[in-house]
């Protein structure tokens, strides 16, 4: 089964993180890139010179994916207490058939803190 997550999560006036997920099976391949404000032929190149690498996962860490439904996910939150400040984040997730699209302001779904978690393996893994 494949599966891909494309996540983007940033801060108004700060950098933000672009990450793609590909999992097939067992073969986990992810990029990360750290996007710059500015010019957007830079943060093009930069992302582009990242290159999927593999990692090495545990099949507990695969199988956990499933517990954080998804699917089951609004399609947008968001919270303004001092206007469009603060954190800000774009997921997309496709598994087999099904796709699913949201974004954020400063608030998730209640499992948002696990699945940061859970992609927080993949981080420390291509950091290295």
């Known amino acids: 089964m494949t599966r891909q997550i ?14 793609e997920v590909f ?3 067992s073969n986990v ?8 404000y500015g010019n957007k032929d830079e943060q093009l190149k ?8 593999p990692v090495k996962v545990s099949e507990e860490w695969l199988a956990e994916l499933d517990t ?39 608030i998730a779904h209640e499992n948002w803190t696990r699945f940061m978690d859970w992609l927080g393996v993949i981080f420390v893994e291509v950091s290295k």
Do not use: M, Q
């Open 68 to 106: 954080f439904d998804i699917f089951s996910w609004r399609k947008e939150y968001a919270d303004f207490p001092d206007g469009p400040d603060g954190i800000w984040w774009r997921l997309t997730f496709t598994d087999g058939d099904k796709t699913y699209r949201g974004h954020g302001w400063n």
């Open 29 to 36: 391949f992810c990029k990360i890139a750290r996007i710059f």
């Open 6 to 19: 494309n996540l983007s999560i940033g801060s108004v006036w700060r950098n933000y993180y672009t990450l």
């Open 23 to 25: 999992i097939d099976g």
């Open 46 to 53: 930069n992302f582009a010179e990242k290159k999927l690498t």
